[in-house]
């Protein structure tokens, strides 16, 4: 039998994954010998950890199809399942997705299994009748975002706040490259002098699908302003380029000679190439913030989905920028909005000096609100709580 520690790791989205990773090379810092198996996609298999499971099959987002899918979630929980039935890990870390994290642990609590979760759930803005079963059935709550804290030991949760991955990746870029460097620019093939707007529509088709056609009717605006104007859009890995193309209107310039550039690569570098930045609401926000990008944020969903979310979530803004700073630093369009004030707003943040000069203090102020070397702190907290030793 092998006496190596054995940890099982659960993902359900490309983001998840680079946090898992981030994470299980950590853990490998502190315990070499340490093994892992779970629900993968490439990257982790590539880092060493054996896939019982492809994540890649099961993303969901939505009500109406979370209910369409509750056979195949409960498949994958089944498969899960049997796989930890068959070699029972020392602990089970599972991040972020909490839909179907949260049933799994509790199967797992009811086999004496520890169980962390990476990414605390989002109850202080939604769903807080979960509380109770995430009190239950987690053994320890690792979350990165600062007010959390506060929240979650208030309502009996063991919860550590171990500060913000996105942080660590915007100092580890701001180290080695000059913002706005024109050979970074050029290296993208765009000239120095160029007006370089990010347009971020998020990582999941469901939403890109509502929010990639705001794009085109920015393109057709703004183009008439500024001649030059050039659109960068950083595409997640689980996006299909041609299925993109699909949601702009016919006649939108993309690439050949166009002015809409569909690109893949690191987010964080593009992002930091350009002027200003449109952000569906997400850890983009946060990431563009870091960078000291001006942004603002914007969000469509389908009608039916933003009726219920409504009645669900009780926080005052969507992006985690206002969030984490308690205000609004950053302008906020969702659902129903005006082109027009999207467009004003833009253009504040490309000349209007004072509003750049209030949005660098904000920022300085978020830095310092979100506590650097994540991966390295949850590291710690999880070896600690599985008594996994260290071992350089």
């Known amino acids: 039998m092998n006496s190596e520690p054995l940890l099982f790791v659960g993902v359900g989205e490309y983001s998840g994954e680079i946090l898992a990773l981030e994470l299980v090379r950590a853990l490998r810092q502190q315990n070499r010998s340490l093994r892992f198996f779970g629900v993968t996609g490439p990257l982790l298999e590539q880092a060493g950890v054996e896939s019982v499971a492809s994540y890649a099959a099961h993303q969901v987002m939505g009500f109406g199809r979370v209910v369409a899918q509750i056979a195949q979630f409960k498949q994958l929980l089944q498969e899960i399942l049997a796989a930890i039935d068959r070699r029972p890990p020392r602990g089970v870390i599972l991040v972020d997705y909490p839909g179907l994290h949260l049933l799994l642990a509790e199967q797992l609590q009811l086999r004496g299994i520890p169980v962390v979760q990476y990414v605390a759930p989002k109850v202080w803005a939604w769903g807080q009748g979960r509380l109770a079963r995430i009190r239950r059935h987690y053994s320890l709550v690792l979350g990165m975002l600062p007010f959390e804290e506060q929240f979650f030991k208030a309502h ?39 007006l370089l707007l990010g347009f971020l529509p998020g990582s999941r088709v469901e939403e890109v699908r509502y929010i990639l056609p705001l794009l085109a009717q920015l393109n057709l605006e703004l183009s008439k302003r500024y001649p030059g104007l050039e659109w960068l859009v950083p595409l997640a890995e689980s996006l299909d380029e041609e299925l993109l193309r699909e949601f702009l209107p016919a006649g939108q310039q993309v690439e050949e000679g166009g002015n809409i550039h569909l690109l ?48 669900l979530v009780k926080v005052r803004w969507i992006s985690l920028v206002n969030l984490v700073l308690g205000k609004e630093a950053i302008a906020e369009f969702i659902q129903d909005f005006s082109l027009a004030n999207i467009i004003a707003e833009l253009e504040r943040l490309l000349s209007d000096g004072e509003r750049r000069r209030q949005l660098h203090e904000d920022y300085k102020l978020l830095r310092s609100l979100l506590a650097s070397g994540a991966a390295e702190n949850a590291a710690g907290e999880i070896s600690s709580l599985l008594r996994l030793g260290h071992e350089h």
Request: proline content about 6%; some cysteine; charged content about 20%.
């Open 264 to 311: 893949r690569g690191n987010s964080l570098e593009l992002m930091r190439i350009t002027d200003a930045c449109i952000v569906a609401s997400g850890t983009a926000t946060l990431e563009c913030a870091l960078l000291e990008i001006p942004l603002l944020a914007v969000y469509r969903m389908p009608e039916l989905n933003y009726v219920i979310a409504r009645r």
């Open 156 to 194: 009996g949760v063991a919860y550590r706040y171990i500060g913000s991955p996105l942080r660590d990746r915007a100092d580890a870029l701001c180290a080695g490259v000059e913002a706005q460097s024109p050979k970074v620019r050029a290296g993208y093939g765009f000239s120095p002098g160029a």
